[in-house]
């Protein structure tokens, strides 16, 4: 028989090991940025990474806009790194948390996306550019990319979120612009009876529930109760926020929207209202350029309305650039963020991509539709404070709040829960995550 | 050589073995061990020790059972399906001379092609505006039973499950081809003029032959359905409102989406724990099985 004794010492080496290993643990890149080794001699690479855009259009004018970029910066390539928007939010989280994530991103702002990335230190801090290069962004965009202090993005997007209809089918029906949700019903009733979807609602990603609250809410509390709300002054299984979310399950119920809207996805969902199958889309302006170029109609662009009026917009910042914190050419991703601050560029973002920068730009001479002259006026008045404009609430609220908001709204629309628990679960997030 | 010296030699030559052992399985078990204990966001290096309260709130968290839940639908419809589909197509194809090699790869392609992108497609396929799953049953009359196939809770699960039985039998039907082969043919053709059906035959003679084999296959499929994820992940993402959640889903959404990576170990930690008495269980029956063939 074999002496037992050799394996003891190699067993305690072993574990010994093994908890140093663990000991070792713990620690996701970007902690502290100033450890990150910085590459500043030779061609510098940058790998920018962005969510597919809704139109191939604008990813030939985004490359066309970082050729230009690299020939006024000799030296400084960028790889442009496209994958689609439904898989941002992982695909970037994962890669940034492995060390590996792209030197510049674009992403969306506020606590619940840009604040949980700054808050788990994966963010580089831009305070310090800010200073240097003096970026002329409005302040009310700043606060949306401050996390403890620090301002960690450029926000490059302004928008508003409401209801874009088929004025062709409004015509047609002889249906006004509801002044209020009944008239909406009223008109959806009217809808429903010509063979169109009334509403599309895609809500496969989950996402775009915080869309569909943020409407109804907004248009129903108005602008001071939604800084409540989002402040914590008010509570969110208040009986407002309640008959807000049981709009939709309504509107589910009564057949005004298209069978199984967590089974359709962002993309399937606009392609039915482009195609004139659906007479009324809920989203953000942001989708006004696709919208033009790919429907044969004319199309506006509304609040959803209150209970007892025309309601208000969801208006504020949308996305954002960033850069990572364990990035090896911050320079040259500063670099890059500057070339987007010009007039010039803003100018270009608006007029080509319809893209409202969160900067002073002046669109005098402009060549806008209609359409998008509205949603410039409007966003005029977000940047300089004059208009009432309401929330769009995913941006200004954080991760687990969101998430109770998606999955919440998800529910409502498979029944599979109530207006009453979904305002409560959106109560109780929001209380855990201010803990 | 003394026994000493071949102690030595025997501690010598596992070293490499046991250093693959502790890298890639006690360190990660110790490490997620580490981490269930804490309460830890992904990046502060000293995270608050918080004993035993990942484990309490994965046992008080309705989602954790409804989860689990979902797992066991998968692992049972998810094993029984393609071990029964499998059987019988193999079975049909060994019996098969013209063809067979078309058929083989016809039935492995699925199996070869990654998960994620089978998941892409057959999102695609079950879509309900450009689906051709929807436009397919219109066009025979069954409008009834056009629906959203992944967005409707009570469907969802079983949507995605069909795809991966589809994707996955495929390496059932090779695996037990190969066994097949080295089945006693005199035996069936002994049982056959004894008067044995088709299904005697497969029960009687055919089975008990290929068991190793096939408990074999069991212990993949059984132990998969516990880490199910990739699949999930891609067609459904673990909704509507978390209907198609298994533990693999909800563990990767607390750790990486709310950035509580404690929590998501722990979630980790119990399909492991889960994972592994099954995996012994079938390992020992399958040893058992070996020495009573080998008369032991």
Same mark, same amino acid.
């Given at each position: 028989?074999?002496?037992?004794?050799?394996?003891?010492?190699?067993?305690?080496?072993?574990?010994?090991?093994?908890?140093?290993?663990?000991?070792?643990?713990?620690?996701?890149?970007?902690?502290?940025?100033?450890?990150?080794?910085?590459?500043?001699?030779?061609?510098?690479?940058?790998?920018?990474?962005?969510?597919?855009?809704?139109?191939?259009?604008?990813?030939?004018?985004?490359?066309?806009?970082?050729?230009?970029?690299?020939?006024?910066?000799?030296?400084?390539?960028?790889?442009?790194?496209?994958?689609?928007?439904?898989?941002?939010?992982?695909?970037?989280?994962?890669?940034?948390?492995?060390?590996?994530?792209?030197?510049?991103?674009?992403?969306?702002?506020?606590?619940?996306?840009?604040?949980?990335?700054?808050?788990?230190?994966?963010?580089?801090?831009?305070?310090?550019?800010?200073?240097?290069?003096?970026?002329?962004?409005?302040?009310?965009?700043?606060?949306?990319?401050?996390?403890?202090?620090?301002?960690?993005?450029?926000?490059?997007?302004?928008?508003?979120?409401?209801?874009?209809?088929?004025?062709?089918?409004?015509?047609?029906?002889?249906?006004?612009?509801?002044?209020?949700?009944?008239?909406?019903?009223?008109?959806?009733?009217?809808?429903?009876?010509?063979?169109?979807?009334?509403?599309?609602?895609?809500?496969?990603?989950?996402?775009?529930?915080?869309?569909?609250?943020?409407?109804?809410?907004?248009?129903?509390?108005?602008?001071?109760?939604?800084?409540?709300?989002?402040?914590?002054?008010?509570?969110?299984?208040?009986?407002?926020?309640?008959?807000?979310?049981?709009?939709?399950?309504?509107?589910?119920?009564?057949?005004?929207?298209?069978?199984?809207?967590?089974?359709?996805?962002?993309?399937?969902?606009?392609?039915?209202?482009?195609?004139?199958?659906?007479?009324?889309?809920?989203?953000?302006?942001?989708?006004?350029?696709?919208?033009?170029?790919?429907?044969?109609?004319?199309?506006?662009?509304?609040?959803?309305?209150?209970?007892?009026?025309?309601?208000?917009?969801?208006?504020?910042?949308?996305?954002?650039?960033?850069?990572?914190?364990?990035?090896?050419?911050?320079?040259?991703?500063?670099?890059?963020?500057?070339?987007?601050?010009?007039?010039?560029?803003?100018?270009?973002?608006?007029?080509?991509?319809?893209?409202?920068?969160?900067?002073?730009?002046?669109?005098?001479?402009?060549?806008?539709?209609?359409?998008?002259?509205?949603?410039?006026?409007?966003?005029?008045?977000?940047?300089?404070?004059?208009?009432?404009?309401?929330?769009?609430?995913?941006?200004?609220?954080?991760?687990?709040?969101?998430?109770?908001?998606?999955?919440?709204?998800?529910?409502?629309?498979?029944?599979?829960?109530?207006?009453?628990?979904?305002?409560?679960?959106?109560?109780?997030?929001?209380?855990?995550?201010?803990? | 050589?003394?026994?000493?010296?071949?102690?030595?030699?025997?501690?010598?030559?596992?070293?490499?073995?046991?250093?693959?052992?502790?890298?890639?399985?006690?360190?990660?078990?110790?490490?997620?061990?580490?981490?269930?204990?804490?309460?830890?966001?992904?990046?502060?290096?000293?995270?608050?020790?918080?004993?035993?309260?990942?484990?309490?709130?994965?046992?008080?968290?309705?989602?954790?059972?409804?989860?689990?839940?979902?797992?066991?639908?998968?692992?049972?419809?998810?094993?029984?399906?393609?071990?029964?589909?499998?059987?019988?197509?193999?079975?049909?194809?060994?019996?098969?001379?013209?063809?067979?090699?078309? $058929?083989?790869?016809?039935?492995?392609?699925?199996?070869?092609?990654?998960?994620?992108?089978?998941?892409?497609?057959?999102?695609?396929?079950?879509?309900?505006?450009?689906?051709?799953?929807?436009?397919?049953?219109?066009?025979?009359?069954?409008?009834?039973?056009?629906?959203?196939?992944?967005?409707?809770?009570?469907?969802?699960? $079983?949507?995605?499950?069909?795809?991966?039985?589809?994707?996955?039998?495929?390496?059932?039907?090779?695996?037990?081809?190969?066994?097949?082969?080295?089945?006693?043919?005199?035996?069936?053709?002994?049982?056959?003029?004894?008067?044995?059906?088709?299904?005697?035959?497969?029960?009687?003679?055919?089975?008990?032959?290929?068991?190793?084999?096939?408990?074999?296959?069991?212990?993949?499929?059984?132990?998969?359905?516990?880490?199910?994820?990739?699949?999930?992940?891609?067609?459904?993402?673990?909704?509507?409102?978390?209907?198609?959640?298994?533990?693999?889903?909800?563990?990767?959404?607390?750790?990486?989406?709310?950035?509580?990576?404690?929590?998501?170990?722990?979630?980790?930690?119990?399909?492991?724990?889960?994972?592994?008495?099954?995996?012994?269980?079938?390992?020992?029956?399958?040893?058992?099985?070996?020495?009573?063939?080998?008369?032991?």
């Amino acid at each position: 028989m074999f002496s037992r004794t050799p394996w003891r010492p190699l067993a305690a080496l072993v574990a010994a090991g093994a908890l140093f290993l663990t000991g070792c643990t713990g620690g996701a890149p970007g902690a502290d940025q100033s450890q990150a080794p910085q590459e500043t001699s030779g061609p510098q690479q940058i790998r920018y990474m962005i969510g597919q855009p809704e139109d191939p259009a604008d990813l030939e004018l985004i490359k066309s806009d970082i050729k230009k970029f690299e020939t006024a910066n000799a030296g400084i390539t960028v790889k442009l790194d496209v994958i689609p928007s439904e898989n941002v939010r992982t695909v970037l989280q994962t890669q940034l948390r492995s060390g590996e994530g792209p030197d510049v991103f674009g992403y969306d702002t506020g606590p619940g996306f840009a604040g949980a990335l700054a808050q788990a230190g994966l963010v580089y801090d831009l305070t310090k550019a800010y200073e240097e290069n003096d970026w002329p962004i409005y302040d009310f965009a700043k606060q949306r990319v401050t996390f403890d202090g620090k301002l960690v993005g450029v926000p490059s997007q302004i928008e508003e979120v409401g209801v874009f209809y088929n004025k062709d089918i409004f015509t047609e029906l002889s249906i006004a612009q509801p002044q209020s949700v009944a008239d909406l019903k009223a008109a959806m009733e009217k809808i429903k009876g010509s063979d169109v979807i009334p509403m599309v609602v895609s809500d496969k990603e989950g996402w775009q529930g915080g869309h569909l609250m943020s409407i109804s809410l907004s248009s129903a509390v108005g602008s001071k109760t939604m800084d409540q709300l989002i402040n914590g002054e008010k509570s969110w299984d208040s009986p407002e926020v309640v008959e807000a979310l049981k709009v939709w399950q309504d509107f589910q119920q009564s057949g005004y929207l298209n069978p199984s809207p967590t089974a359709v996805t962002y993309d399937n969902g606009n392609a039915l209202f482009y195609s004139g199958k659906a007479a009324m889309n809920p989203t953000g302006s942001w989708l006004a350029l696709d919208i033009e170029r790919n429907v044969k109609f004319d199309v506006g662009f509304i609040p959803f309305p209150a209970p007892n009026g025309p309601g208000i917009f969801s208006g504020g910042l949308g996305s954002g650039t960033f850069v990572n914190a364990t990035t090896k050419h911050a320079d040259a991703a500063i670099k890059f963020l500057d070339y987007g601050m010009t007039e010039e560029h803003g100018k270009w973002a608006v007029e080509k991509l319809q893209d409202i920068p969160a900067y002073p730009v002046d669109t005098a001479g402009i060549e806008a539709s209609p359409l998008f002259k509205q949603i410039l006026d409007d966003s005029a008045k977000i940047a300089d404070g004059t208009g009432d404009f309401g929330y769009n609430v995913d941006v200004l609220t954080p991760d687990a709040f969101n998430n109770a908001m998606w999955k919440g709204m998800q529910g409502l629309l498979t029944d599979q829960t109530t207006p009453e628990k979904v305002a409560a679960q959106l109560q109780a997030a929001y209380e855990k995550s201010k803990k | 050589m003394t026994r000493r010296a071949q102690a030595r030699l025997g501690i010598l030559l596992t070293i490499p073995v046991l250093a693959l052992v502790v890298v890639f399985f006690v360190f990660p078990m110790i490490s997620a061990l580490y981490f269930s204990v804490v309460d830890f966001d992904g990046i502060d290096p000293s995270p608050e020790f918080v004993g035993l309260a990942n484990f309490i709130e994965m046992f008080t968290d309705p989602e954790t059972w409804h989860a689990l839940s979902n797992n066991v639908i998968w692992i049972i419809v998810g094993t029984a399906a393609p071990m029964i589909i499998g059987l019988l197509i193999s079975v049909l194809i060994w019996t098969t001379r013209r063809g067979a090699g078309i $058929y083989r790869l016809a039935f492995f392609l699925p199996f070869v092609l990654p998960g994620v992108a089978i998941g892409i497609v057959w999102t695609w396929i079950y879509d309900p505006v450009s689906g051709w799953l929807n436009r397919a049953l219109e066009a025979v009359g069954l409008d009834g039973l056009v629906r959203g196939w992944l967005g409707d809770p009570d469907l969802a699960l $079983y949507a995605v499950l069909a795809t991966a039985i589809w994707a996955y039998s495929g390496f059932v039907i090779i695996i037990f081809l190969s066994a097949l082969r080295n089945v006693d043919v005199e035996l069936v053709d002994a049982s056959r003029i004894d008067g044995a059906n088709a299904l005697q035959r497969l029960w009687f003679i055919l089975l008990p032959q290929i068991m190793p084999v096939f408990l074999m296959v069991l212990t993949l499929t059984l132990v998969g359905g516990f880490s199910v994820f990739d699949i999930i992940f891609i067609m459904t993402g673990g909704g509507p409102a978390d209907a198609t959640n298994v533990l693999g889903t909800y563990s990767y959404t607390q750790a990486f989406q709310l950035s509580r990576i404690g929590y998501g170990t722990t979630l980790a930690l119990l399909i492991t724990v889960l994972s592994i008495p099954f995996a012994v269980a079938i390992n020992r029956l399958q040893r058992r099985l070996a020495l009573q063939d080998t008369g032991a």
